[in-house]
């Protein structure tokens, strides 16, 4: 998806006791804040679009451009693997601009905190699984050898709700061998490129911005 999205990594701190966040311990990271404060962290990869602005996928007659190729993430929806599954409830309400069915007429989707079709869910969940122990790696990495990194998850760390830090996405490619960072970093410049040039001046878009400019400068050592 190198040449389809703007990508990033997110890092979430969850803090202790958090409903619904059990399946973290299985998936997640966690860190230890000083004063020796265990959290847990929710470590993902995501399409990093300003919330204003549609994904770049979808296409004037609002469908998706992608959808045979669409990632998995999507296929869930409103569904979220990160979470446990007697959990959902909450993102079955429809928010504004869906246009979902939730008549008496449309089908039964969650039933008893239970998914009804779960093929989706449970794909996204293996491959949460998968992943887990490479993501690990690379927070333990990460925070190990980048102090102002721990200070940003530390921050994030002490807000209500919690906040959360983005990395590059390159971030994690350094620390995953089998990868190949020329052909990521060939797909991913031009676009983070284009998405600079997009947000540019936007005052509601400087995090954003500065993200693009930042991740594209990155990668050109890579190029
Ligand atoms: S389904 Fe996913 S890829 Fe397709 S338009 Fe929506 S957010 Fe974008």
């Known amino acids: 998806m190198a040449d389809t999205f703007p990508l990033a990594m997110m890092i979430t701190p969850v803090k202790p006791g958090t409903r619904g966040q059990a399946v973290l311990e299985r998936i997640g990271a966690s860190v230890v804040l000083p004063p020796k404060k265990k959290m847990q962290l929710l470590v993902n990869p995501v399409s990093f679009v300003p919330p204003s602005m549609p994904c770049p996928q979808l296409t004037p007659e609002n469908l998706c451009g992608i959808h045979k190729t669409k990632p998995i993430r999507c296929r869930t929806m409103p569904f979220y693997a990160y979470k446990d599954e007697d959990h959902q409830t909450d993102l079955l309400q429809p928010r504004g601009g869906w246009l979902c069915d939730t008549s008496d007429a449309a089908p039964v989707v969650y039933r008893d905190h239970r998914i009804v079709d779960r093929a989706d869910f449970e794909a996204e969940r293996g ?38 830090v983005v990395a590059s996405f390159v971030s994690y490619l350094r620390y995953d061998r089998g990868l190949d960072l020329a052909a990521f970093a060939r797909a991913q410049h031009s676009l983070l490129r284009d998405w600079d040039t997009k947000t540019s001046g936007n005052p509601k878009m400087t995090e954003f911005n500065a993200y693009y400019r930042e991740a594209a400068v990155e990668l050109e050592r890579y190029l």
Do not use: C, E, F, N
């Not at 122990?133 to 925070?143: C, E, K, P, Q, V």
């Open 127 to 164: 491959r949460l699984l998968d992943q887990a122990s490479a993501i690990r790696r690379y927070a333990d990495l990460l925070l190990k050898h980048s102090p102002a990194m721990m200070a940003r998850v530390a921050k994030a760390a002490q807000t209500t709700p919690t906040g959360r």
